[in-house]
């Protein structure tokens, strides 16, 4: 099982980007799901979550401006960021609780997208 995250770059304040994060592999399920990022020097935080039944969650700094959202069909997260802003940019991560055709939980994170937000 793997997570595979895009969507990444460089935006000016005030822009929008949409990450996306696709699960690959034997997968039957892809249960809780979220978006953290890491900024140098920073420890890595929680930024979004969406549970297997659709509750999201959202790190205050960014309630208003970010959005997540999945689409079990195809085994997709994505999240939506508007109204960018400097203190944004870091490397985000996917990250989802996979279940496998073999039955097993997979805590999967992805290698991480650079997002960077210019002044």
């Known amino acids: 099982v793997q997570l595979q995250a895009s969507g990444g770059g460089l935006v000016q304040a005030g822009g929008s980007l949409r990450l996306s994060c696709a699960a690959s592999?034997?997968?039957?399920?892809?249960?809780?799901a979220g978006w953290y990022r890491q900024a140098p020097g920073e420890q890595r935080d929680l930024v979004a979550s969406?549970?297997?039944?659709?509750?999201?969650d959202y790190a205050e700094s960014v309630k208003g401006r970010f959005t997540i959202s999945r689409d079990d069909a195809k085994n997709m997260v994505y999240l939506q960021m508007n109204s960018l802003k400097p203190e944004d940019t870091a490397v985000y991560y996917c990250?989802?609780?996979?279940?496998?055709?073999?039955?097993?939980?997979?805590?999967?994170w992805g290698k991480g997208t650079q997002v960077t937000v210019s002044s």
């Open positions: 969406i549970s297997s039944d659709g509750r999201v």
């Open positions: 592999g034997s997968i039957f399920s892809v249960n809780d």
């Open positions: 990250n989802a609780k996979i279940m496998t055709t073999g039955a097993f939980l997979m805590d999967s």
